[in-house]
């Protein structure tokens, strides 16, 4: 099995300007300097957490899509971020991850953030998203996600007690509350004996919320291996072999409890 480089892009975000993003972004991205496999981004990266999303909602085929179609076939990478999307006269947090063929597939944020009014302005899903990238398989979760842990529990398989070996979150987490987002990271990996990986903002919105960064990466353990406060791209090399001896050592999702989502 081989290992997997992901790059987390932590950065300000400009109040509801794509272009302004997008160019921001682009220049990041290329200041990663060797291979990654796969980059991900925060949510709502080029717009910032709005609860107005009709004037700055696209389309799928819109200008964000294809901007990353257009990094990912550079970067020979897989590209990850969460955008406004319109359809059907609905508004969704949508997570988009397209791979160097252009090839999409998508994660809409299953819990809206009521109290942020989230709930009034976006519609749910219920649907799932765990996709392989060299022989991983990566669940994709959005920022109030990561207060539900059913919702990122693995599930035992017949043929293999697990559902995944990497889950992640992208995020406008404020720092009123970066002490849960810290915690709760490293909680999903132990539980889930997976990597677990949180790419949030920095900077203060137009809203007035502020966002301390704290992006990071943790190991099975729980261990962390990145973290940062300030503008940056980190990139981590995650380890098959180590993840597998230690599941193969202390087997515990074996004696997980079987459930239903309902």
Known sequence: ??????????????????????AHYEELIWGIKEETDLILLPEMFTTGFTMKPKPVAELMNGKTHNWMRMIAAQ???VVAGSCVIAEKSEFYNRLLVVSPDGTTTYYNKKHLFTPGGEGA??????????FELKGWKIRTRICYDLRFP??????????????????FYLANWPAPRIHAWNTLLSARAIENLSYSIGVNRIGTDATGAHYPGHSAAY?????????????????????????????????????????ELR
């Open 150 to 167: 059913i919702w990122a529990r693995s599930k035992k398989q017949d043929d293999n007690p697990y559902e995944y070996d990497l889950i």
């Open 75 to 77: 970067r020979n990478a």
């Open 121 to 130: 302005s976006y519609t749910t899903d219920h649907k799932d998203l765990i």
């Open 1 to 22: 099995m081989e290992n997997l480089k992901v790059s987390l892009v932590q950065s300000d975000i400009v109040w509801e300007n794509i272009d302004a993003n997008l």
């Open 219 to 259: 190991n099975f353990r729980g261990e962390e291996m990145a973290f940062s406060t300030k503008e940056d791209i980190m990139t981590v090399t995650l380890d098959r072999s180590e993840l597998e001896e230690f599941r193969t050592k202390y087997p515990f999702q074996k004696d997980a409890d079987q459930f």
